[in-house]
């Protein structure tokens, strides 16, 4: 196994311009394969390219402020 063909949540989330932790939550959910390491998530980089091409982020709900 090549680990330089590996990215992490880090790196992932800059490729896709999204939050580390949303990256996690679409690993934890399966919508995003990857291995998981101890405490780290490993994303095969050939994997992620095809799941850029498909993803399309979309901000959640905004928080209620209780004012």
Known sequence: M???????????????RIH???????????DLPAIKIHNTWLIDRDILDNFAGTYIPRRGARRKLIG
């Open 2 to 16: 090549a680990w330089d063909n590996y990215l992490n949540v880090i790196e992932a989330g800059r490729r896709l």
């Open 20 to 30: 580390p932790e949303t990256v996690k939550r679409l690993c934890r959910q399966g």
